[in-house]
Each structure stands twice: as structure tokens, then as C-alpha cells.
């Protein structure tokens, strides 16, 4: 298991310096391949030596080589964040081949999509389709037993979320719905963990906005659901299965 838990550190900080560029890229409309790596205020092409996840942006202080100017510290704590949800996947999910591997793919997916709604306000359809599709592929592939729940969950999630857009449009976007019934294809009846854990963290930032700004302005404040959706799915994948059947347990 430890050399496991070295292979996912190491991806997750490949694979998080990847998410960053498709973060930043992709509401732009950019490729995600090419060009290389730029300095986004000098546009001098980043060294393979400075483009180390973490390392390289510790040793370069947070500046780029060229023109000196501040590079973003986010770079480094997408990547490390990204190594470090690897790890607990990994460390939870070891020997449970398809539960190991669909959270692995969805911790993947949930960080640029996080992020992207975060800066955009938007779960682009280029991550969120593809991601539904790759869901059912791979649950297939890997667990087919297990298929008809999480076709089940990933419909009862979006419908659920369809219903609070339609009713309440300024609070709940389709790209939400999206990205709900995607959670269920991936972690079947645990999506209700997911949910709960994104609604009540929701409800907990809109009060504390409300507190802070007020009643009329903290209603007009404008916070992108995405985050807490994102965040209940890591809570699942993590410990989805203990909580479901500890809630169970009390029936």
C-alpha cells in the first residue's frame, strides 16, 4: 500500500498541474495541449525545470524567472490539494478496485470544475457530458452489478436539483443539475451524502453572507453551488459508504 500511496502523490501532482491548465484554458476556449506552458504576464514559455508541480513555484519564490511578476499561488495549491485527495482516495479505497478507480476519475474531474465555476460561474458541458459519459463507462467495466444503482442515483440526484432550478432559477443553475446527477453516476446511492453535504455547507456560507453583509445584500449575493457540490462528492468517495450505513444502522 505505501508504494501505492507514493504512485498517487506523485500523479496527483502530475495531474493537478494538468487540471490547472484546463481550469484556466478551457472557459477561454483554448487548447488544452498546446501551446506549452506561458508566463500569463510575459508570455515567455515556462522551462520544463520551472514547471515542477509545487517545487518549481517554491524555488522561483512565486515570481517567473523572465519578467519577475507574481505567479498565482493557486498553481501550487491545485497541485498539492489534487496529491493530496489522490492519496486519501487511495488510502480509503485500496483493494476496492472500482470504487478506487471511479473516485479517482471523479476527485479528478471535480477540481477543475470547482475551480472553473468558482471564476466563471459556469459547469461547462465540455467536462460535465463527458464526465456522465466516462461515468457509465466505466462503471460498466469495472462493476456492472453496481450499474442500474447508479444510473438510478444519477437520475433521482439531477431530477431532485432539476426541480429546485425550475422553482428557484436565480439559485440553481442547469449546469448544477448537471453536475449532480454526473455525482450519482458516479457514487450511486452514495450521492446522497454528496447532497447533503453540499446543501447544508451552502446554507452555512449563505447565512454567514447574510450575518456579514445583511438580509437585502446577502440575498443578492451571488455564490456558485458548484464548490459545495464538488466538496460533498470527495466527502462521498471518502466516507460515503461508512455514513450511509451508519444512517441505516439507526433505522
Known amino acids: 500500500m505505501a508504494h501505492a500511496i507514493v504512485v498517487a502523490a506523485l500523479g496527483g501532482l502530475l495531474i493537478g498541474s494538468f487540471l490547472n491548465v484546463v481550469a484556466y484554458r478551457l472557459p477561454r476556449g483554448e487548447s488544452l495541449v498546446t501551446p506549452a506552458s506561458?508566463?500569463?504576464s510575459c508570455g515567455h514559455p515556462v522551462r520544463?525545470?520551472?514547471n515542477v508541480p509545487v517545487l518549481s513555484w517554491l524555488a522561483l519564490r512565486g515570481r517567473c524567472r523572465d519578467c519577475d511578476e507574481p505567479i498565482s499561488g493557486r498553481y501550487a495549491i491545485v497541485e498539492a490539494t489534487t496529491a493530496a485527495l489522490f492519496v486519501a482516495v487511495v488510502a480509503v479505497r485500496y483493494g476496492e478496485t472500482p470504487q478506487l478507480v471511479l473516485g479517482l476519475v471523479l476527485v479528478a474531474?471535480?477540481?477543475p470544475l470547482a475551480l472553473i465555476d468558482l471564476d466563471t460561474r459556469v459547469l461547462p458541458n465540455a467536462l460535465t457530458l463527458p464526465a456522465a459519459g466516462l461515468a457509465v463507462a466505466?462503471?460498466?467495466g469495472l462493476d456492472p452489478g453496481g450499474q442500474v444503482e447508479r444510473l438510478v442515483a444519477g437520475a433521482a440526484a439531477g431530477g431532485f436539483f432539476l426541480v429546485a432550478a425550475l422553482l428557484q432559477?436565480?439559485?440553481?443553475?442547469i449546469g448544477d443539475v448537471k453536475l449532480a446527477a454526473v455525482l450519482g453516476l458516479f457514487l450511486g446511492r452514495e450521492?446522497?451524502?454528496a447532497v447533503l453535504v453540499a446543501l447544508v455547507c451552502g446554507v452555512a456560507v449563505g447565512v454567514a453572507i447574510i450575518a456579514r453583509k445583511g438580509s437585502a445584500e446577502g440575498r443578492k449575493t451571488a455564490i456558485p453551488f458548484g464548490p459545495f457540490l464538488a466538496l460533498g462528492g470527495v466527502v462521498a468517495v471518502l466516507a460515503g459508504d461508512v455514513l450511509v450505513d451508519a444512517y441505516h444502522s439507526t433505522l
Open 191 to 193: 450521492v446522497a451524502v
Open 109 to 111: 474531474l471535480l477540481v
Open 48 to 50: 520544463p525545470y520551472d
Open 169 to 173: 432559477p436565480r439559485g440553481m443553475g
Open 38 to 40: 506561458r508566463c500569463p
Open 138 to 140: 466505466l462503471g460498466i
